[in-house]
């Protein structure tokens, strides 16, 4: 189900970063898609969703891009 005025398929989301993270590429990831969902999927789509992650990757570990241990 797609809400009104969502711009993304949340499950996709996963799925690209799950592709991702196996260490495909954003062309490989668009033929993926193309391939198994007969759908059209943009590379800009797909770089869009990558780079969410790595906002909160480096959120996750400080500014520096060091590991923030939280454990204290």
Known sequence: ???????RLTNFDGQIIA????GMSTRDIVAFFREMYDAEVSP????????????RVLAFQGTSG???????
């Open 1 to 7: 189900m797609v809400h009104w005025r969502q711009t």
């Open 19 to 22: 592709l991702y993270a196996k």
């Open 44 to 55: 800009t789509l797909i770089s869009r969703v990558t780079e969410s992650v790595m906002e």
């Open 66 to 72: 060091e590991r923030v241990n939280t454990f204290a």
